[in-house]
């Protein structure tokens, strides 16, 4: 039987104190075989390997029960008066004392083993559950930190983006602001333009209504201002700047040849 599996199989149970009886019984056996050469010499040296082996492992109370039962068997069966538990002499005694002392020096330091083992196994157990919780947080602490760096990552990105569609708006926003400037400098100039080009032409027809009307039309031409100011209009487009002198005069000259024409009809009329 493997003894350390046989230990971690009855741990907790009856098992330590049955596996205590066997060595026990054991020792015994052993002891009443070498009888014939130890004798009462060193009587107790064939059962200490039992009272060792329950105090490694089997713990304190089964190394307890071995160390008990050894004596019992030994001060009975092998130490004189035979069949009897008397200690009998001062020999004996001291033998008995050194017995029990030395077993339980072993129970002690077994049992201190046995702590200790059992505290590094628990310090063990500790620390690689305190390794996993450091791997599962340094696991959590990169997965966070990777998830952070997309968004940063995402959010550069967006950013960029905003950047360059802000640059854009603000090109078009300057190119239509410039488009607009050039057109109202364009419709103020037109309407200067059309300011100059109506004063000009009420000066001139002023003039040409002042002049050209006695001299060319006499009393028979009598101008509208607003026949003259049409004339002028299409004497420029036709003559261009010359067109302010010779449309009002083409317009005088075509009433009174018509007036002219209408009087003569009148004069004569058909028959």
């Not at 075989?33 to 390997?49: E, F, K, R």
């Not at 300011?195 to 002042?210: F, K, R």
């Not at 002049?211 to 006499?218: A, C, F, G, M, W």
């Amino acid at each position: 039987m493997n003894i350390r599996g046989f230990q971690g199989a009855s741990e907790q149970g009856p098992g330590r104190y049955i596996f205590a009886v066997l060595a026990t019984i054991g020792a015994m056996a052993l002891r009443g075989s070498l009888d014939p050469v130890l004798g009462a010499y060193v009587p107790y040296l064939a059962v200490l390997p039992a009272v060792v082996l329950s105090a490694w492992y089997c713990g304190l109370g089964p190394s307890v029960l071995t160390t008990v039962l050894c004596f019992l068997g030994e001060q009975y069966w092998f130490i004189p008066p035979y069949r009897s538990l008397a200690i009998a002499g001062g020999a004996e005694l001291a033998g008995t004392l050194v017995y029990f002392l030395v077993s339980a020096l072993v129970v002690a330091l077994a049992e201190l083993n046995r702590r200790a083992t059992a505290t590094l196994a628990v310090s063990k157990q500790n620390l690689e559950q305190a390794s996993e919780a450091l791997r599962k947080s340094h696991e959590e602490l990169e997965w966070r930190v990777r998830e952070r760096t997309r968004e940063l990552q995402e959010k550069n990105t967006e950013l960029v983006n905003q950047t360059e569609t802000v640059r854009d708006l603000s090109g078009r926003l300057l190119q239509m602001q410039d488009e607009e400037r050039r057109r109202i400098a364009r419709a103020l100039h037109d309407s200067l333009g059309q300011l100059n080009l109506l004063g000009w032409g009420a000066a001139v027809i002023g003039q040409i209504d002042s002049l050209v009307r006695p001299y060319v039309i006499s009393e028979r031409a009598k101008l509208h201002t607003l026949l003259v100011f049409f004339a002028l209009l299409g004497g420029v487009k036709a003559f261009g700047v010359m067109g302010l002198f010779i449309g009002p005069v083409v317009l005088s000259v075509t009433l009174v040849v018509l007036e002219m024409l209408r009087e003569a009809n009148l004069d004569h009329p058909t028959a």
